[in-house]
């Protein structure tokens, strides 16, 4: 069962990888961090250009499509972890349990068994949970902290929004991998991104300060990490026994990850109750891939 240790971590990483943009955007803008850290990654896997030819037609317009998703995508979660506590983004992150369960069920006919759909709804109620507090545990200082933790709704849109279409880009890998290797989509997908993020520059006018970008090593640890984590992905999607529903949940390993950040690198507060709320996930994750 090589590819749930894989896509394990993939989802370790990629909680460690909503630490690191948090990280990355005090020192440059959104746009600078995203357009550097997708260059740098496709440099990353430029050698792979050899084995990356071979893709037809219809092929290559999904993966074109796959790289537009990812392009909204990441700008709303960019937007959104830079404005919310990073503990509070990634139970938020959760949501794409949803989405991407009912894509793989709808639209890729999988079938989810009973333990399974308990998993699922274990997942639900731990990010559903989150939001009932009892009123008698609220003290002076947890009221501060709550508040402290309010964000705008269209913050919270763009961190939902941003769920919904990773959700479809994940369902377009399992897909994709039937018919390509993890070398020639990583390869593609990455080098459309590239020109995605460089068009919509040019076409808004921004002023960006590469150099200034360079120099962030956040941005080099960000693309590093994007790169191996993909990679164990694309690599697992090419599994037969590999099902999108069940990869959904693994990936959520990943907010205990970002809520323990919250709390030694951001000092956040109401970590405790956070914590509970992911340890309903982690059941949820358990029952789902070992029933």
Not at 1 to 10: C, D, E, G, N, R
Not at 78 to 98: E, Q, T
Not at 114 to 134: E, K, M, N, P, S
Not at 246 to 263: F, S
């Amino acid at each position: 069962m090589l590819w749930i240790w894989l896509v394990l971590l993939y989802g370790v990483i990629k909680g460690v990888r909503e630490i690191v943009k948090k990280k990355s955007m005090e020192k440059n803008s959104i746009l600078e961090v995203l357009f550097v850290y997708t260059l740098l990654s496709f440099l990353m896997v430029v050698p792979g250009v050899p084995r990356a030819g071979g893709v037809d037609l219809p092929t290559m317009g999904m993966i074109v499509l796959k790289s537009f998703v990812i392009f909204v995508a990441w700008i709303f979660s960019f937007k959104a972890i830079k404005k919310m506590p990073i503990s509070l983004y990634g139970l938020l992150d959760l949501s794409r349990v949803i989405f991407s369960t009912l894509m793989g069920v709808i639209f890729l006919g999988e079938a989810m068994t009973f333990w399974q759909t308990v998993g699922l709804i274990l997942v639900c109620a731990g990010l559903l949970l989150y939001r009932y507090r009892t009123a008698e545990r609220r003290g002076d200082s947890e009221k501060t902290a709550e508040k402290a933790e309010r964000v705008e709704v269209k913050i919270v849109c763009f961190a939902l929004l941003s769920c919904l279409l990773n959700g479809v880009s994940g369902t377009m890998d399992k897909v994709l991998m039937q018919t390509v290797s993890s070398t020639q989509l990583q390869f593609w997908y990455m080098l459309f991104l590239v020109l995605f993020y460089l068009l919509y520059i040019v076409f808004t006018k921004t002023k960006i300060k590469l150099w200034s970008a360079f120099k962030n090593y956040w941005i080099w640890i960000l693309s590093i990490i994007f790169v191996i984590g993909d990679k164990a992905l694309f690599i697992a999607n090419q599994s037969p026994d590999s099902k999108v529903t069940i990869m959904t949940l693994l990936k959520q390993a990943g907010c205990i990850v970002t809520i323990l950040a919250g709390k030694f690198v951001f000092k956040e507060k109401n970590i405790g109750y956070k914590l509970f709320c992911a340890g309903v996930i982690i059941t949820g994750i358990v029952l789902s891939v070992a029933m």
